[in-house]
């Protein structure tokens, strides 16, 4: 989803295999073709030199991500992530395709030229279905099948080279920003070959293809209301400078509309009801990170939409916390009353005891207080916090 994510890294593969003094720059010879193909062969192997330093460089970071805290390795999950890979690209490209699920709150997908895929909890928590899932899956795997990260690798070595020189001759600077430009300028024509390469995938295994486009509405609106909770105008129709590397969002969510009355699988499948029940398991952990990034705006506005495809337990204690952790004027209040109505809608999750009694307390409603965290206590006598949450219940 960010070929800019990986731009540093291959800046800096680009800078360490600069010749040494005295050797033909390596900007002087010609790359070797890339070959132009629908799609990579399962077996298929590096070709060259510049393909092969990429693909050490991911396999070192592969080594690295199978040991990492951050990958998720829960079995159900990630056999769900992969069936929804597999049912877009295809049973027999998808078998070599490693997929890591990361513990990280933030929207985000990406794909490394040796097959290593990596999807992040925070999108997750932000598609609704599987066609919204397999549109990302598809964009990512595009970008793999079409070589984008030995590409943009080449122009950016290319351009850096050049660069180089300009800087050194003097007239460097704002050329070099020139080059840097057309390098984003690439990238971004990437984006939007990815965007409708994974469209086509979507089509071919009957998802909706209209989903793709509301993706990017989704995160339109939660840029409005980060930017309404922090009284600032919103970024969604800026495209960050001359650095951008993704077409802006409303040009994207446009080319998705229209290219999806043209597919086969605009009525296809959403996948609501499946994507649902499979992270219903998995969802309170993921808006739990969610909340610790101190964006009231966006926290809001997903748990609102999680709620509307139905209120849980845990979205209504996750809504509670929202209030209860921020604080302002009438916060604890509406804390108390969405934890309360998380309670009469016969919720069994104890933390909306304790929850609605920390906010009854910040209020100074003692006697309430302290028979919600009474019962709490009583639903979770093994909880960690059981010393410090009998003490404020009194003893």
């Known amino acids: 989803m960010r070929i800019r994510s990986t731009f540093l890294t291959l ?21 070797a073709p890339v070959a132009a193909r629908d799609s990579l062969p399962d077996d298929y192997k590096p070709q060259d030199k510049d393909e092969r330093g990429l693909w050490m460089q991911m396999d070192e ?16 999950l990630n056999a769900y992530v992969r069936a929804v ?10 078998a070599p395709i490693r997929i890591y699920l990361m513990r990280t709150s933030h929207f985000n997908a990406s794909m490394a030229p040796n097959g290593v895929m990596e999807v992040w909890s925070g999108l997750l928590l932000r598609t609704r279905n599987e066609a919204q899932l397999a549109a990302v899956l598809g964009h990512e795997y595009t970008h793999y099948e079409k070589r984008h990260t030995l590409k943009l690798f080449r122009e950016v070595r290319s351009k850096s080279a050049s660069a180089a020189w300009l800087a050194f001759t003097g007239i460097g600077l704002l050329a070099s920003f020139g080059l840097l430009a057309d390098i984003f300028h690439y990238s971004r024509e990437m984006e939007h070959e990815a965007d409708i390469g994974g469209l086509d995938k979507m089509a071919a295994a009957g998802y909706d293809t209209r989903e793709a486009a509301k993706i990017w509405e989704q995160l339109r609106d939660e840029m ?8 600032v105008k919103s970024r969604k129709d800026k495209d960050d400078g001359m650095f951008a590397d993704h077409p802006p969002s409303a040009e994207r969510v446009a080319y998705l509309t229209h290219a999806a009355v043209s597919q086969p699988g605009v009525a296809g499948a959403t996948g609501a009801d499946a994507y649902v029940r499979t992270m219903g398991k998995f969802l309170p952990a993921f808006i739990d990170d969610q909340l610790k990034q101190n964006d009231f705006g966006a926290s809001e506005y997903l748990v609102s939409a999680l709620g509307r495809q139905g209120w849980t337990d845990w979205l209504h204690y996750a809504q509670g916390e929202l209030f209860r952790r921020r604080g302002a004027d009438g916060d604890l209040a509406k804390a108390v009353g969405f934890y309360g109505t998380g309670i009469a809608e016969g919720g069994a999750m104890a933390d909306l005891w304790r929850g609605r009694g920390l906010a009854l307390l910040k209020l100074g409603r003692v006697d309430e207080a302290k028979a919600d965290l009474k019962e709490y206590l009583k639903r979770a006598p093994n909880a960690s916090d059981r010393a410090m949450i009998a003490m404020m219940a009194g003893g």
């Open 224 to 231: 409005d209301a980060t930017a309404a909770a922090r009284q």
């Open 85 to 94: 890979f597999c049912r877009t690209v295809g049973q027999s490209h998808c």
């Open 61 to 76: 970071a592969e080594r690295q991500l199978k040991v990492s805290q951050q990958v998720i390795r829960d079995p159900e």
């Open 11 to 31: 800046a800096a593969v680009a800078l360490v295999t600069e010749p040494l003094a005295g050797q033909v720059p390596a900007a002087a010879a010609p790359a």
